[in-house]
């Protein structure tokens, strides 16, 4: 598969329209994006190749099933990492990698799109009245 200019973002959450309403934001501001409902499905799907590496990750942990080992990988791929989060979730699991960045909730999709653009620090997504 052929590399396009536009930068690739992965999209891990279990809930569909979560992942459908960042991915369009994304999209509209320049970006590609691929959507997956696991760590497992999107670590092994660019092991086989089936999937570029991402410029960057955005990861929504709540109520997302993992097992150990699986975010270590994730991190393994070397792309940053946005760690989508609620206010109380586990302390141990935040401090366990080192996150390219961290949005607790309440957050909207504009920040999410925007901390992307940050990480990755591109000129050619402009944002659009979000």
């Known amino acids: 598969m052929a590399r396009s200019r536009k930068p690739l973002i992965w999209i891990i959450d279990n809930n ?9 934001v994304l999209m509209e501001r320049g970006c590609e994006v691929e959507g997956f409902a696991s760590v497992f499905h999107a670590v092994v799907m660019y092991y086989r190749g089936t999937v570029e590496k991402p410029s960057a990750i955005v990861l929504e942990i709540i109520n997302l099933p993992y097992r150990s080992g699986e975010l270590e990988e994730l991190a393994r791929i070397g792309a940053p990492i946005t760690l989508l989060t609620g206010v109380y979730e586990d302390v141990d699991l935040i401090d366990k990698l080192e996150w390219a960045a961290i949005l607790r909730r309440p957050f909207t999709i504009g920040q999410v799109a925007r901390t992307v653009e940050r990480l990755l620090n591109l000129s050619v997504i402009v944002e659009k009245n979000a």
């Open 16 to 24: 569909h329209w979560e992942r459908a309403n960042i991915g369009a």
